[in-house]
């Protein structure tokens, strides 16, 4: 059960990239980096997941995603789930 006061404490590696409008990564390439924000917990943690794994391969996000616990996800998820 993910809990989203104490993703607080975790949103500052998310900020950047994820709560900004229209806001585009240069690397590895220019992407169109999607704002999380009202998505389902659900599809936040299956994302996440699949970065941690290897399942999806944007660099940054997969390093993001390696230093999170299963917690940290469920936290996160629940943190964007209500915003």
């Given at each position: ?44 943690e ?16 997969r ?21």
């Amino acid at each position: 059960q993910g809990d989203p006061d104490a993703a607080r404490a975790k949103v500052s590696m998310c900020i950047g990239c994820h709560e900004i409008p229209r806001y585009k990564s240069s690397f590895p390439s220019v992407y169109h980096v999607p704002r999380i924000s009202g998505q389902s917990a659900k599809y936040i943690e299956n994302a996440l997941a699949a970065y941690k794994k290897g399942d999806r391969s944007h660099p940054s996000m997969r390093a993001i995603a390696a230093s999170l616990s299963e917690q940290d996800i469920a936290d996160l998820a629940a943190y964007y789930a209500n915003r």
